[in-house]
């Protein structure tokens, strides 16, 4: 299987604790988003990498999050103190930059409960 | 503003035509894209749309596209149990400073054997 993969699939945690997410994008891919999805809702924006280089980080992206990339190819988020609403799913997608269309493919997420 | 919106919830039976509609915010360049996910899943890429186009075709798949009402819609002929999923409408700016997609609240389509 050759496309985005992402681990834990799901993760419980207790509040204050620190959690850790790795996304392996499809392996030609520069480019790698994080996207964070609530229950019932769409996805939103987290941040996105070109390379090894953090581009964008969204207003969500709060000091407790942490993304990085820091050989061009996997990712971790790293979610520090925890608290009950970081509950959702954390979806990663990469795609390859420079086409104009840009489709960007979705792991299947890893799925936090911060209890 | 960067609003993508969609309605809740569509019922159909299966064999029938299934019509999903999204409205989007942005004016300048834009692609559109339409995505899939099953209970528990990632999102399953389906099909995209530039905004200089009006319909794109893709097997049982229709997109059609209203510039002027910034409206889009995906039509699925010959519905199956199988399509039953949440379907994505996201818009991404070509061009601009960010390559962020944003995504509308999803449609819910349940088929009905």
């Known amino acids: 299987d050759t496309g985005v993969s992402q681990d834990p699939r799901h993760k419980i945690t207790k509040r204050g604790q620190n959690v850790t997410f790795r996304c392996d994008p499809i392996s030609e891919h520069n480019r790698l988003y994080w996207y964070r999805q609530t229950l019932g809702q769409g996805p939103e924006f987290l941040t996105y990498f070109q390379n090894e280089a953090q581009l964008e980080k969204s207003r969500l992206l709060s000091d407790r999050f942490s993304a990085e990339r820091p050989k061009g190819s996997f990712s971790t988020l790293e979610i520090q103190r925890t608290e009950q609403g970081d509950s959702a799913m954390y979806l990663c997608?990469?795609?390859?930059?420079?086409?104009?269309?840009?489709?960007?493919?979705f792991g299947p997420g890893t799925r936090l409960l911060v209890l | 503003g960067e609003d993508v919106e969609q309605s809740l919830f569509l019922s159909v039976r299966e064999g029938d035509s299934s019509v999903i509609n999204c409205t989007y915010t942005?004016?300048?360049?834009?692609?559109l894209y339409w995505y899939k996910q099953e209970p528990g899943a990632g999102l399953q890429l389906l099909t995209y749309i530039f905004s200089n186009m009006d319909m794109k075709q893709d097997q049982r798949l229709t997109v059609l596209l209203n510039k002027k009402d910034k409206h889009l819609s995906l039509r699925i002929a010959d519905t199956q149990t199988g399509d039953s999923a949440i379907y994505f409408c996201?818009?991404?700016?070509?061009?601009?400073?960010?390559?962020?997609?944003?995504f509308g609240t999803g449609t819910l389509l349940a088929v009905q054997p």
């Open positions: 942005d004016s300048s360049s834009t692609y």
């Open positions: 997608a990469s795609s390859s930059g420079g086409r104009p269309q840009e489709t960007q493919y």
């Open positions: 996201a818009e991404r700016n070509y061009g601009g400073a960010t390559n962020k997609l944003i």
